[in-house]
C-alpha cells in the first residue's frame, strides 16, 4: 500500500511484550485478507496520529 505511512498512524505502537511494533486496529478477518490481499491503493484504517497537526496549520 502507497500513499501513508504507518509510522504516523494512531493505531501504531510498540508493543514491549513483543519487542516490535504492532497495528492495533480492531478489524474482522474478511477486512483482514481484502487489505493484504492489496484491494485498496491505501490502508482504509489509516488516522494521524500527528497532534500537533492542527495547531502547527493554525499558525
Request: glycine content about 6%; charged content about 30%; overall charge negative.
Amino acid at each position: 500500500m502507497a500513499g501513508v505511512s504507518c509510522d504516523t498512524c494512531a493505531y501504531f505502537f510498540y508493543d514491549e511484550e513483543i519487542e516490535g511494533y504492532v497495528c492495533d486496529i480492531d478489524i474482522d478477518e474478511d477486512d483482514y485478507s481484502r487489505l493484504m490481499e492489496g484491494h485498496f491503493k491505501e490502508c482504509p484504517y489509516y488516522t494521524n496520529g500527528d497532534e500537533y497537526r492542527v495547531v502547527r496549520h493554525q499558525m
